[in-house]
């Protein structure tokens, strides 16, 4: 069967791109391999116009956050770690503290990690592109193998699925959080852009970004204009299947869908960064802090499989 679909294997800046087209339309994403697999560009079409929907990644500058973690798959862990330490079946462990103005450690280890490009399956109305990554446990602060499957979806309708899968390679339960770091646009400052989010409260945090207390949200609280609003805030799903965000201009509606029941992306992290040419929307599996708190942390059993998807749309 002939796919409408094809492949372009080129360079960005430094890193080998994979490019995953829809010969028909145009529409296509890319990825980066060496780069953590992350998604690096989002084109879809809607009403005839092209939209870039995520941040693409502008420099090397790695010193910079924003270009650390752009669009960056946030594994074993999501968001920060509290000084870096945690307690697991009654030993502490110790992770670095890439955070230290927090003096915490944040997202995790394989955002800049090499991951192997395992091919694409094309068909009519979808291609799909295959990476993995296999961590053997050679942290002390995180000696769990494991092995993550990242795996990126464009269908013929515009949607953009991106689905996650591990494989716990270890004796014991495997613990972790995951997350994903994508940096949303429509091409203009989000101080023009309205928001809407299916949650029901947030977390109140400290001067270094931890959780101290919940909020509960009224219901007229999940839709507001983004000017002079300002983020770096973890909100709880509503307690539903599936939740959608919406990111909004006067002429488009950016869906960002994440599956939300417990033991999947069951939270939110919202974050504006400085110069507000996008934001950040971050479906991840759990709280701040979860290794220390324990909410929404998944426990993996040996040889266990876990998969949850999120997914991207215009409308």
Avoid at 217 to 228: C, G, M, V
């Amino acid at each position: 069967m002939q796919s409408n679909f094809e492949i372009i294997e080129s360079t960005f800046l430094s890193f080998s791109e994979i490019k995953l087209k829809n010969k028909i339309n145009g529409e296509y994403i890319t990825v980066l391999p060496q780069l953590g697999a992350r998604l690096n560009e989002v084109v879809l079409l809607k009403n005839k116009t092209s939209y870039s929907v995520i941040s693409k990644l502008e420099s090397e500058d790695f010193e910079v956050r924003d270009n650390q973690f752009n669009n960056a798959k946030l594994f074993p862990f999501a968001n920060r770690l509290q000084a870096g330490e945690y307690t697991f079946e009654g030993k502490i462990y110790n992770l670095a503290k890439n955070y230290p103005e927090e003096n915490n450690a944040c997202h995790g280890f394989v955002y800049n990690r090499p991951f192997e490009y395992e091919g694409a399956v094309l068909s009519e109305n979808c291609g799909e592109l295959k990476f993995s990554y296999q961590y053997y446990g050679d942290d002390n602060g995180y000696p769990f193998p494991f092995k993550l499957f990242v795996s990126y979806k464009l269908l013929s309708d515009g949607r953009v699925d991106c689905e996650t899968k591990v494989r716990n390679l270890s004796d014991s339960k495997l613990p972790f959080s995951d997350g994903w770091h994508h940096y949303f646009t429509l091409g203009k400052s989000i101080d023009e852009l309205t928001m809407e989010m299916e949650v029901n409260k947030y977390k109140l945090l400290n001067n270094n970004g931890i959780p101290e207390r919940e909020v509960s949200l009224d219901k007229n609280e999940s839709r507001f204009e983004l000017k002079n609003k300002f983020f770096d805030t973890i909100f709880v799903a509503k307690d539903q299947p599936k939740i959608v965000t919406k990111l909004m201009s006067e002429d488009i509606c950016l869906n960002i869908c994440q599956e939300s029941i417990s033991g999947s992306y069951k939270y939110l992290n919202v974050y504006t960064p400085p110069h507000r040419n996008s934001i950040a929307i971050e479906p991840m599996t759990s709280n701040i802090n979860a290794f220390n708190n324990k909410e929404g942390l998944v426990m993996l059993e040996p040889e266990e499989e876990w998969v949850s998807v999120m997914g991207i749309f215009l409308n």
